[in-house]
């Protein structure tokens, strides 16, 4: 009892509680600990440096006229990059205007010829294209890294067009069509044009024309790629840089009717007709969308005023329109998706709601907001009778208002009356469309946008190269922009000429990024661009989309970089087009899974004249970097490349991303027989780097080690070249081939010291190797040594056994993000810990060291994440397939069929009715899905060493209590563990409950956050023909003109290949 007394006064006072539990005292001595911190600490920087011979490259260049080190001037890099990609994009406008002069003077002399056949035109169709065949006679071009003609441009036409699954007779009449024959006949002159271009131009890479009608001309010609499984969708007058070209900015309202009578078909096509038209908007438009029946409301009821701010801050604020990015498009899809048919519909209230937007948009939009040049409203319906006169003469006179333009869609299969829909259009400038099945929805939307596209002479400002974001080029399925205009036909005797199409020239991402001072920046330096909206154009984190079907990306920049104050200020300063200097405390992104704070990150950013660009480069702050010059007698002998890879840099022009043995060696047998234009600062370093690294590698080749001890090693440089061996270490060292994506090689620029970098086979131990001259120094590499779980677990436990004898003690090494680089148990309770994650250990360890301050947690979304399809294509309820061929060939035949609005109530109300309609192919709208993975959200948990470095606490288990002990190691990105827990201890059975660094998936999202942050608008307004708009507003539909016997065989042929469809 005595005891028991006594074990509860000393609880009182807070000091054992522990003893209760254990009898003996505490094993942790505080000073024992710290000498063990020292000896793990000398122990890795030993085992590094005998383990990769570091030594031999530690030199001292003094005398040495070759090798200069020197500060890194940022301001002077920004301008010198944002110089040269002027001029880059100076050389590509003149090649495009010298293509549009081309095209307009051609339709001064063109000819419409009703004679031409197809055999007479002979189009190169990219799509009947294949490299492998001889006949064709593709050749490999380094520049644009596929097979091409040179000889001719290559024709791509949609499935709407001409093409499709088609019996050979019907194809035929099609193709004939006089329309797209006088097109390509009139156009095809232009491939002189392309090639000259191409030949004067060595960085010139696509050229191409999209017709209005339908069709592109590509050169050079290569083979189409149409994604696996899926029919071709392409359509260049859809496309974001034909869009974007033709059509000029808009705010647009659009309201959907969803009234009882709206149901079923009908509803599902308007559904698919809206996001249709939502997915044409690009960036510089402002859309919101609202459903009308008894009541009018936005489907989405929570656009706010203030950005980013929660629902709450905002309660009192409705801000009616957003921008129409790729974020916010999504948010409408869904809502969209959600909207239920019942009631019955009033133009009149929501006419009267879609104006007063236009009037509450023009009273609180921010600065920047809005497109301020179109204004329109996009009415969808199944039909009415009700006549909204008193509401158009109201709002027609009000100055904010006015100009607003009524287009306007009967939907469905067998729409009732839609007179009244067709004077809406009528009266107000805009255009009326009927869309009866979802095969004419992309047709239609894109012929509603006749009266928006862009006159010969604009409004305001003046006709200028349109300069997209960074998309996926359809071509080569690579990140690229556009430079992009309109191409009109001069000989049009009318006041506003006619858009024939839109001409454009590719810039892809690599090419700018290939003119970044890449040494001089550094292993955590790198460049990046954004344009006028904020949006990415070039970023290390711009990742690859799933298709280039899909818009553009618009990922801002605070979506890459830390979303603070400061950072915002930066971004800011750049959309506006000023130039600026800012050095910020940030954390570096030193992997995906491991941050370091560093407090200087130095911003340099200066506008690209003459773009809508803006360029940015991070470098750490006073950094400095090696310039190699004249360095003659590094050409005497040419290396040898085994064991050798190098950085996807331009060395040499068409070498860019080697990576096998041959290549690398023709890319050195250029270097070494001057063949190719080569850039003479990287290749002076690239030879300078295998000369200073080939003792190192002799070294390691000379060498025998054991391959359970030693896994391999490698030696990477800041010029771009690694090392390594033996030859099974080549995946890794490909894999941190650039200096960016290589953290052995940004700890080292941060650091200069020995780094852990754990896995679950071992750790990799590297170290900067830094070179001098003349005092000064600066890190020109880094070398590492994989060792094995079992040799490193062997040396850390020897390395404690003079200090620390008793075996009942934990002792864990671990890295900044919280992964065990090592322990002297190789498994706790039958886990094996080597690499595992300090979060999913049984026991509360994390939470402590969170609490305390040793680890700080940050959540980062990452919102361009590629997954695995998680649907199951065979369960029960609405497919989400594409519609198969057969169905979707019923659907064409039947639009083709359907020339007078009368007989169209009469096939699609008798056939349509036998389909079963099925929802759309895409889940979210945009073709989120591509085989067997989809686009995604993804977030996940960082951490991060905090400001506590030493911390000493008790863990509380289920049935004990423990102390533990953690110190950082000085300049070693790991902490020494100390946990007072014996191998027979059972389970702690106390979890820390902290997120896992394990990415999840998101799968719900607010409706309400939209992407909402400062922006410039484009200088230029180009309004279109107003007399445009009495397209699809003449009184008299067109006849029909095929027989009744024509009508009955279309019927009949309709039925067959639906059963067939329905069938499969």
Same mark, same amino acid.
């Given at each position: 009892?005595?005891?028991?007394?006594?074990?509860?006064?000393?609880?009182?006072?807070?000091?054992?509680?522990?003893?209760?539990?254990?009898?003996?005292?505490?094993?942790?001595?505080?000073?024992?600990?710290?000498?063990?911190?020292?000896?793990?600490?000398?122990?890795?920087?030993?085992?590094?440096?005998?383990? *990769?011979?570091?030594?031999?490259?530690?030199?001292?260049?003094?005398?040495?006229?070759?090798?200069?080190?020197?500060?890194?001037?940022?301001?002077?890099?920004?301008?010198?990059?944002?110089?040269?990609?002027?001029?880059?994009?100076?050389?590509?406008?003149?090649?495009?205007?010298?293509?549009?002069?081309?095209?307009?003077?051609?339709? *001064?002399?063109?000819?419409?010829?009703?004679?031409?056949?197809?055999?007479?035109?002979?189009?190169?169709?990219?799509?009947?294209?294949?490299?492998?065949?001889?006949?064709?006679?593709?050749?490999?071009?380094?520049?644009?890294?596929?097979?091409?003609?040179?000889?001719?441009?290559?024709?791509?036409?949609?499935?709407?067009?001409?093409?499709?699954?088609?019996?050979?007779?019907?194809?035929?009449?099609?193709?004939?069509?006089?329309?797209?024959?006088?097109?390509?006949?009139?156009?095809?002159?232009?491939?002189?044009?392309?090639?000259?271009?191409?030949?004067?131009?060595?960085?010139?890479?696509?050229?191409?024309?999209?017709?209005?009608?339908?069709?592109?001309?590509?050169?050079?010609?290569?083979?189409?790629?149409?994604?696996?499984?899926?029919?071709?969708?392409?359509?260049?007058?859809?496309?974001?840089?034909?869009?974007?070209?033709?059509?000029?900015?808009?705010?647009?309202?659009?309201?959907?009717?969803?009234?009882?009578?709206?149901?079923?078909?009908?509803?599902?096509?308007?559904?698919?007709?809206?996001?249709?038209?939502?997915?044409?908007?690009?960036?510089?438009?402002?859309?919101?969308?609202?459903?009308?029946?008894?009541?009018?409301?936005?489907?989405?009821?929570?656009?706010?005023?203030?950005?980013?701010?929660?629902?709450?801050?905002?309660?009192?604020?409705?801000?009616?329109?957003?921008?129409?990015?790729?974020?916010?498009?999504?948010?409408?899809?869904?809502?969209?998706?959600?909207?239920?048919?019942?009631?019955?519909?009033?133009?009149?209230?929501?006419?009267?709601?879609?104006?007063?937007?236009?009037?509450?948009?023009?009273?609180?939009?921010?600065?920047?907001?809005?497109?301020?040049?179109?204004?329109?409203?996009?009415?969808?319906?199944?039909?009415?009778?009700?006549?909204?006169?008193?509401?158009?003469?109201?709002?027609?006179?009000?100055?904010?208002?006015?100009?607003?333009?009524?287009?306007?869609?009967?939907?469905?299969?067998?729409?009732?009356?839609?007179?009244?829909?067709?004077?809406?259009?009528?009266?107000?400038?805009?255009?009326?469309?009927?869309?009866?099945?979802?095969?004419?929805?992309?047709?239609?939307?894109?012929?509603?946008?006749?009266?928006?596209? *862009?006159?010969?002479?604009?409004?305001?400002?003046?006709?200028?190269?349109?300069?997209?974001?960074?998309?996926?080029?359809?071509?080569?399925?690579?990140?690229?922009?556009?430079? *992009?205009?309109?191409?009109?036909?001069?000989?049009?005797?009318?006041?506003?000429?006619?858009?024939?199409?839109?001409?454009?020239?590719?810039?892809?991402?690599?090419?700018?990024?290939?003119?970044?001072?890449?040494?001089?920046?550094?292993?955590?330096?790198?460049?990046?661009?954004?344009?006028?909206?904020?949006?990415?154009?070039?970023?290390?984190?711009?990742?690859?989309?799933?298709?280039?079907?899909?818009?553009?990306?618009?990922?801002?920049?605070?979506?890459?970089?830390?979303?603070?104050?400061?950072?915002?200020?930066?971004?800011?300063?750049?959309?506006?087009?000023?130039?600026?200097?800012?050095?910020?405390?940030?954390?570096?992104?030193?992997?995906?899974?491991?941050?370091?704070?560093?407090?200087?990150?130095?911003?340099?950013?200066?506008?690209?004249?003459?773009?809508?660009?803006?360029?940015?480069?991070?470098?750490?702050?006073?950094?400095?970097?090696?310039?190699?010059?004249?360095?003659?007698?590094?050409?005497?002998?040419?290396?040898?490349?085994?064991?050798?890879?190098?950085?996807?840099?331009?060395?040499?022009?068409?070498?860019?991303?080697?990576?096998?043995?041959?290549?690398?060696?023709?890319?050195?047998?250029?270097?070494?027989?001057?063949?190719?234009?080569?850039?003479?600062?990287?290749?002076?370093?690239?030879?300078?780097?295998?000369?200073?690294?080939?003792?190192?590698?002799?070294?390691?080749?000379?060498?025998?080690?054991?391959?359970?001890?030693?896994?391999?090693?490698?030696?990477?440089?800041?010029?771009?070249?690694?090392?390594?061996?033996?030859?099974?270490?080549?995946?890794?060292?490909?894999?941190?081939?650039?200096?960016?994506?290589?953290?052995?090689?940004?700890?080292?620029?941060?650091?200069?010291?020995?780094?852990?970098?754990?896995?679950?086979?071992?750790?990799?131990?590297?170290?900067?190797?830094?070179?001098?001259?003349?005092?000064?120094?600066?890190?020109?590499?880094?070398?590492?040594?994989?060792?094995?779980?079992?040799?490193?677990?062997?040396?850390?436990?020897?390395?404690?056994?003079?200090?620390?004898?008793?075996?009942?003690?934990?002792?864990?090494?671990?890295?900044?993000?919280?992964?065990?680089?090592?322990?002297?148990?190789?498994?706790?309770?039958?886990?094996?810990?080597?690499?595992?994650?300090?979060?999913?250990?049984?026991?509360?360890?994390?939470?402590?060291?969170?609490?305390?301050?040793?680890?700080?947690?940050?959540?980062?979304?990452?919102?361009?994440?590629?997954?695995?399809?998680?649907?199951?294509?065979?369960?029960?309820?609405?497919?989400?397939?594409?519609?198969?061929?057969?169905?979707?060939?019923?659907?064409?035949?039947?639009?083709?069929?359907?020339?007078?609005?009368?007989?169209?109530?009469?096939?699609?109300?008798?056939?349509?009715?036998?389909?079963?309609?099925?929802?759309?192919?895409?889940?979210?709208?945009?073709?989120?899905?591509?085989?067997?993975?989809?686009?995604?959200?993804?977030?996940?948990?960082?951490?991060?060493?905090?400001?506590?470095?030493?911390?000493?606490?008790?863990?509380?288990?289920?049935?004990?209590?423990?102390?533990?002990?953690?110190?950082?190691?000085?300049?070693?990105?790991?902490?020494?563990?100390?946990?007072?827990?014996?191998?027979?201890?059972?389970?702690?059975?106390?979890?820390?409950?902290?997120?896992?660094?394990?990415?999840?998936?998101?799968?719900?999202?607010?409706?309400?956050?939209?992407?909402?942050?400062?922006?410039?608008?484009?200088?230029?307004?180009?309004?279109?023909?107003?007399?445009?708009?009495?397209?699809?507003?003449?009184?008299?539909?067109?006849?029909?003109?095929?027989?009744?016997?024509?009508?009955?065989?279309?019927?009949?042929?309709?039925?067959?290949?639906?059963?067939?469809?329905?069938?499969?």
């Amino acid at each position: 009892m005595a005891g028991v007394k006594r074990c509860a006064a000393i609880f009182t006072i807070g000091v054992v509680f522990i003893a209760c539990v254990h009898s003996q005292e505490s094993r942790l001595d505080a000073g024992q600990f710290r000498e063990a911190v020292n000896t793990v600490q000398k122990w890795l920087i030993d085992l590094h440096a005998n383990k *990769t011979h570091s030594s031999i490259l530690k030199t001292d260049f003094d005398g040495n006229k070759s090798v200069n080190i020197k500060s890194v001037k940022p301001l002077e890099l920004v301008r010198k990059m944002a110089d040269d990609i002027q001029t880059l994009l100076t050389s590509k406008r003149n090649a495009l205007q010298k293509i549009v002069d081309h095209l307009e003077d051609a339709t *001064t002399t063109s000819l419409w010829s009703d004679d031409l056949t197809l055999n007479k035109s002979r189009p190169l169709l990219m799509k009947n294209l294949d490299p492998r065949n001889a006949s064709h006679e593709m050749i490999y071009d380094e520049r644009l890294g596929v097979e091409v003609r040179y000889n001719q441009s290559g024709i791509h036409v949609p499935l709407e067009v001409y093409e499709g699954w088609l019996w050979a007779n019907i194809r035929e009449h099609r193709e004939q069509d006089p329309e797209i024959l006088n097109g390509l006949e009139w156009s095809a002159t232009v491939d002189q044009v392309f090639r000259e271009n191409f030949e004067r131009d060595p960085t010139l890479m696509w050229q191409y024309f999209g017709a209005q009608t339908g069709f592109m001309r590509v050169y050079p010609a290569t083979s189409w790629k149409v994604p696996h499984n899926l029919i071709d969708l392409y359509d260049a007058r859809i496309r974001p840089w034909y869009v974007q070209g033709s059509v000029p900015p808009k705010d647009m309202i659009i309201l959907m009717d969803r009234s009882g009578s709206v149901h079923g078909q009908t509803f599902s096509i308007m559904k698919w007709a809206v996001k249709t038209l939502i997915d044409t908007l690009g960036e510089n438009d402002f859309v919101n969308v609202a459903a009308f029946n008894n009541t009018t409301e936005w489907v989405n009821n929570c656009t706010y005023c203030k950005a980013n701010e929660t629902r709450q801050e905002n309660k009192d604020c409705c801000q009616p329109l957003v921008q129409a990015s790729t974020r916010n498009k999504k948010l409408l899809y869904r809502a969209i998706d959600d909207l239920e048919d019942g009631g019955m519909a009033s133009y009149s209230d929501a006419l009267i709601f879609a104006y007063k937007a236009f009037k509450e948009f023009e009273r609180t939009r921010k600065v920047g907001e809005g497109a301020n040049c179109h204004k329109t409203i996009m009415l969808f319906s199944d039909g009415g009778t009700e006549w909204p006169e008193e509401v158009f003469k109201k709002y027609l006179a009000d100055n904010d208002t006015k100009s607003v333009r009524v287009f306007t869609y009967a939907v469905g299969p067998h729409p009732i009356p839609t007179a009244v829909l067709k004077q809406m259009a009528c009266s107000t400038g805009g255009q009326y469309s009927v869309i009866t099945t979802s095969s004419s929805v992309r047709t239609k939307i894109q012929e509603s946008y006749t009266s928006l596209q *862009t006159p010969a002479q604009p409004l305001r400002g003046k006709h200028g190269e349109q300069y997209t974001t960074a998309y996926t080029s359809a071509v080569t399925e690579e990140m690229t922009i556009s430079l *992009t205009r309109p191409v009109y036909n001069m000989s049009d005797y009318a006041n506003t000429s006619e858009l024939l199409g839109v001409a454009g020239i590719d810039v892809p991402i690599q090419t700018l990024k290939n003119l970044s001072p890449f040494e001089a920046l550094g292993p955590n330096g790198y460049a990046f661009i954004i344009n006028h909206n904020g949006f990415l154009v070039m970023h290390p984190r711009l990742g690859r989309q799933l298709s280039y079907l899909l818009g553009p990306p618009h990922i801002d920049l605070l979506d890459v970089e830390e979303d603070v104050g400061e950072m915002e200020a930066i971004r800011n300063n750049m959309v506006r087009g000023s130039n600026g200097q800012k050095v910020i405390v940030g954390k570096i992104r030193i992997d995906d899974s491991h941050r370091v704070v560093y407090s200087g990150i130095q911003y340099d950013y200066s506008p690209i004249q003459n773009s809508s660009y803006s360029l940015g480069i991070l470098t750490l702050k006073r950094s400095q970097h090696l310039v190699i010059q004249n360095h003659e007698a590094l050409w005497d002998e040419q290396p040898n490349v085994n064991y050798t890879v190098v950085a996807p840099w331009p060395y040499c022009r068409g070498r860019e991303g080697v990576t096998q043995e041959e290549n690398l060696a023709t890319l050195m047998d250029d270097i070494f027989q001057r063949k190719k234009s080569c850039n003479d600062k990287l290749v002076q370093g690239l030879v300078w780097s295998q000369r200073w690294t080939k003792p190192l590698l002799d070294k390691w080749m000379a060498e025998r080690v054991s391959s359970e001890d030693i896994i391999g090693r490698a030696v990477f440089t800041r010029f771009g070249l690694t090392r390594f061996y033996p030859e099974s270490q080549r995946a890794g060292a490909s894999k941190w081939r650039e200096p960016l994506n290589n953290p052995a090689l940004r700890r080292a620029e941060i650091s200069g010291s020995v780094s852990v970098i754990p896995h679950t086979k071992g750790a990799f131990l590297s170290g900067s190797i830094s070179v001098q001259k003349d005092k000064e120094e600066v890190v020109a590499g880094a070398v590492g040594v994989n060792l094995t779980s079992s040799y490193l677990r062997q040396g850390f436990k020897q390395s404690l056994r003079h200090i620390w004898k008793n075996e009942d003690i934990l002792w864990m090494l671990v890295d900044d993000g919280g992964l065990i680089v090592t322990s002297n148990r190789r498994e706790l309770h039958g886990v094996v810990l080597q690499g595992m994650f300090l979060g999913d250990l049984n026991m509360p360890l994390l939470k402590h060291l969170k609490d305390a301050g040793v680890y700080n947690m940050d959540h980062e979304v990452d919102t361009q994440a590629l997954c695995s399809d998680r649907h199951d294509w065979n369960n029960a309820g609405p497919s989400h397939r594409i519609p198969n061929p057969l169905t979707l060939l019923a659907n064409v035949l039947l639009e083709i069929f359907s020339w007078a609005e009368y007989f169209r109530y009469i096939i699609y109300s008798g056939v349509l009715a036998l389909l079963t309609p099925r929802t759309e192919a895409f889940s979210e709208w945009g073709m989120t899905r591509i085989g067997n993975q989809e686009s995604c959200i993804m977030e996940k948990t960082i951490y991060y060493l905090g400001e506590t470095n030493t911390f000493t606490g008790f863990m509380k288990c289920s049935n004990y209590s423990t102390e533990f002990r953690v110190t950082r190691l000085e300049s070693i990105n790991a902490l020494l563990v100390a946990i007072d827990i014996d191998e027979d201890s059972p389970e702690c059975g106390v979890h820390s409950h902290l997120q896992s660094i394990t990415p999840q998936r998101v799968t719900s999202v607010d409706p309400c956050s939209y992407q909402d942050r400062f922006r410039e608008r484009p200088p230029t307004c180009l309004m279109g023909n107003s007399t445009a708009g009495k397209l699809g507003c003449s009184g008299c539909p067109r006849q029909l003109q095929c027989s009744l016997t024509l009508m009955l065989t279309a019927l009949g042929m309709c039925r067959m290949l639906l059963h067939m469809g329905l069938q499969r």
